[in-house]
């Protein structure tokens, strides 16, 4: 996660129609996510609404005890005063009830939504192209699982029934004192006016400080993360003081933009208790007034005026943050749908041809290809890999050799042209059984975490310990991986099943062989082992190898010795292509580099 990409994603301009279209697509989200529990939204609605109504009720009770039950109750008739108790009572303990039932439900409801939301955007990401995750940075992609699935859930968690309730609250406490005494309520209404300008500016400061506090935070974790990850760089120049000083900084920032939000609320808190205050004053100095003067007002009325305009306030505080949190929430749901809303640039066919013999011809047809950003990077061309071939494929770096192998797994597609694997273009292929005719193994040599045995079973899922080993042994892995603490069940991500970058290759040898394709390709997929651990995989290629066709990159040539054809590249042409002895006879680019390679032997 860059702060580059923290920045620009909150300064983007869009235009108007851009705003419009991208408030549209979060807005279908929020309609698909509520749609599976739109039922017990309205449930839970009723919940709240009962009880906020339930817990209003109580001053207004009070007043009925005031002036009907206690006169009543002094003339000798305490039924009044009975009734209006139980009354009271019953208020009480059904508010909680709903409260409890509601504060239930309500969790449950926005569990559920998140849950769905989280597992969408999983699979959803998963699903789409390696385009998208070669141009979409992996900080970007946690970004979207991480914070902003968290400002969603804090909104749903906090915000969301908070705010429901408080507005209802605050509505029934206006009716209520509507209905009992309207000029108690042009007093509330009149204290109205600062309210507004104290929580407007409340809310436009807290914003800008929560998005500082937002930026300031994000810089944290990137520094963090830069020296963890890159600590040995960081020991290798003695970049600690340097770090350390940069990240008191960092820290110091931080502390500040906190410090400044923690004024605002004790501007804002005071604030709200004094507008509050002076209200109450006010309700009581009229009715005061009223109930001297002729008892024109009851003093029971008088009691629950003052205890609503009293807790009228209540809620405004989580009212304003809510509206922060909503800001938050809408632009990570923005945020969300923009990808989500992305398609795989490499769509499985909707009628998928199977693929009846299994044999490994490849054809490229008037394949030509650029990536998005449209500089052509392997021109028009044509290729013919017979069955069970063994090709390796040479050139500078940049000429497009992994371009080529991502074709033929279809990483890609061509931007014009066809790729055939026995005579069927790769995009009538089913994937999934692309993905077991054609096996990629790379540099990075990805193990996930689980053991070595589960690692190797990835290329054939509820393979046999038998197979597993026989695959192990094919590729020369086996003993390395006895020596482990505990052989095929060490644990890859635990103390001391730590595996060298040399070993994890031979592990995913061990992956591919056991996922037996019709064709394999390794991309520069030995670099990272020493000689001799090259040479044991070197013959464990052969194995690998027989009877399947093969595409190998690879910059140590003795690899090549293997080959029954070289193709050499460069800048994404073919320029050489032949039998490895005819070319290193010959006086091209393969006999120049095969030179230079044996004379670096001696
Ligand atoms: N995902 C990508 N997006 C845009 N350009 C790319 C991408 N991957 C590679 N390229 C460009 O395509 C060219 C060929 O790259 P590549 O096939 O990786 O070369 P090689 O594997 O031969 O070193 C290079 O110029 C590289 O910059
Ligand atoms: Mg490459």
Known sequence: MSMHGVQNEEKIHLSKEEQRRIRQRSLRLLGEIVKPVRARLFISLALVITSQALKVAGPWIIALVVDRGVPDARAGNFNTLYWIMAAYFLTAIFSGITIAFFMRFAARVNQDIMFGLRRRLFRHTQRLSIEFHETYTSGRVIAR??????????????????????????????????????????????????????TRWFQKNTRINYRKTRVASAKLIVHFVET????????????????????????????????????????????????????VAFVLFWGGYRVLDHHQ???????????????????????????NAY?????????????????????EAVNP??????????????VEFSYSTGKVVLAKFNLDITAGQTVAL??????????????????????????????????????EDLRQAVVMVTQEAYLFSGTVAENIALGKPHATREEIEAAAKAVGAHEFILSLPDGYETDVNKRGGRVSAGQRQLIS????????????????????????????????????????????????????????????????????????AKLIAGTGKFAKMHKAWRESLV
């Not at 960092?250 to 808190?269: C, H, P, S, T």
């Not at 009851?298 to 405004?316: D, N, T």
């Open 297 to 323: 007002m009851q003093i029971g009325v008088l009691i629950s005026c003052i205890l609503y305009a009293r807790s009228f306030y209540e809620p405004m505080e989580n009212l304003a943050m809510f509206y």
């Open 145 to 198: 699982q991480t914070s902003d699935l968290d400002s969603i859930k804090e909104l749903l968690d906090s915000g969301g029934n908070e705010m429901v309730s408080g507005i209802l609250f605050m509505v029934f406490t206006a009716i209520a004192l509507v209905t009992l005494d309207p000029s108690s309520f042009l007093i509330m209404l009149v204290s109205f006016i600062p309210l507004f300008f104290l």
């Open 394 to 431: 040479v050139g500078t770096t940049g000429a497009g050799k992994s371009t080529m192998a991502k074709l033929i797994s279809r990483f890609y597609d061509p931007t014009s042209g066809q790729v055939n694997l026995d005579g069927v273009n790769l995009r009538d292929i089913a994937d």
């Open 327 to 347: 800001q938050s929430a809408n632009s990570a749901l923005e945020k969300i749908s923009g990808v989500l809303e992305e398609e795989p640039t490499v769509a």
């Open 509 to 580: 040898f061990a992956r591919a062989f056991i996922a037996d394709p019709t064709v394999l390709i390794l991309d520069e997929a030995t670099s990272s082992l020493d000689i001799p651990s090259e040479r044991l995989v070197q013959k464990g290629l052969q194995t690998l190898l027989a009877g399947r066709t093969a595409i190998i990159i690879a910059h140590r040539l003795s690899t090549v010795s293997i080959a029954d054809r070289v193709i050499v590249m460069e800048h994404g042409k073919i320029i050489e292509d032949d039998a490895p």
């Open 228 to 279: 963890m990850t890159g600590i040995r760089a960081v020991k290798a120049f003695r970049k600690e003081k340097r770090n350390e000083d940069s990240y008191q900084e960092l820290v110091e920032d931080y502390r500040l933009v906190n410090a400044k939000v923690i004024q605002l609320f004790g501007i804002y808190d005071p604030g709200l208790i004094m507008i509050g205050n002076i209200t």
């Open 353 to 366: 041809t199977k693929i009846s013999s299994h044999s490994g011809h490849l054809e490229f047809r008037d």
